[in-house]
């Protein structure tokens, strides 16, 4: 099984419509991270959180939102979809010692139309 | 504001050539590197961790260095095989309010049969 594993792999959702994109570690780490890729732009921090309590906007937050179940748990929310949030999705969890790597998933393909 | 580039955008090599891929940093305050490989359509891969103390790191046929006063990585590919075609991408981490990974925007490696 994957460390960090993300539902769904691929979806196609219309403008408008709220999804939501959910990631799931086995790792243990605090910290868990989305980011989004877009061809030519590499990877963008959306948000990250540390622990369940502790949840920070990244570079690129506007019209997500996300939530922290627990410590393994860690979902995205798009409100209102709209065409230019069409990209690839990644999760990512490290544990909180600034000199561990970072696990990702296999990432979520989202197309909005 | 750090920002990570790398170059070449792409690379196409025949099977066996030796070859080396760039990652260049804006600021040399970084707590490590990390090299990734990804695949079309799968998550990205950790290949290796360079602390900000070290020099080089290797596992099997690669090889990356880090010159943190230059704001340089290499990743050495020996040998390179048709399998090692994918995008890599470097990513280093940083404490701008907390700590962050900052992503270049790959290199896309093909290696000829």
């Known amino acids: 099984d994957a460390d960090v594993t993300q539902t769904p792999r691929n979806r196609i959702t219309k403008t408008g419509k709220r999804i939501m994109l959910e990631c799931s570690q086995t790792?243990?780490?605090?910290?868990m991270y989305w980011y989004r890729q877009d061809p030519g732009l590499g990877l963008r921090l959306i948000y990250y959180?540390?622990?369940?309590?502790?949840?920070n906007k990244g570079e690129i937050s506007d019209g997500y939102s996300v939530s922290r179940q627990a410590q393994a748990k860690f979902s995205l929310s798009l409100e209102s979809a709209i065409p230019n949030q069409t990209a690839l999705y990644f999760c990512?969890?490290?544990?909180?010692?600034?000199?561990?790597?970072?696990?990702f998933g296999q990432g979520t393909r989202l197309t909005v139309v | 504001k750090q920002e990570v580039t790398q170059i070449p955008a792409a690379l196409s090599v025949p099977e066996g050539e030796n070859l080396v891929l760039n990652c260049s940093f804006t600021?040399?305050?970084?707590?490590?590197l990390q090299w990734f490989r990804q695949d079309p359509g799968k998550g990205l891969t950790s290949l290796l961790l360079?602390?900000?103390?070290?020099r080089e790191q290797t596992s099997g046929r690669l090889n990356a260095s880090l010159d943190k006063s230059s704001g340089r990585s290499t990743l050495y590919i020996a040998a390179s095989q048709p399998g090692d075609s994918a995008t890599y991408l470097c990513?280093?981490?940083?404490?701008?309010?907390?700590?962050?990974?900052?992503f270049g925007t790959g290199t896309r490696l093909k290696v000829l049969a």
């Open positions: 990513a280093v981490r940083v404490f701008s309010g907390t700590y962050k990974y900052i």
């Open positions: 959180s540390f622990d369940v309590k502790d949840i």
């Open positions: 990512a969890t490290s544990d909180r010692n600034s000199n561990t790597e970072a696990f």
């Open positions: 360079i602390q900000s103390s070290q």
């Open positions: 600021d040399s305050a970084i707590y490590n």
């Open positions: 790792k243990g780490h605090d910290r």
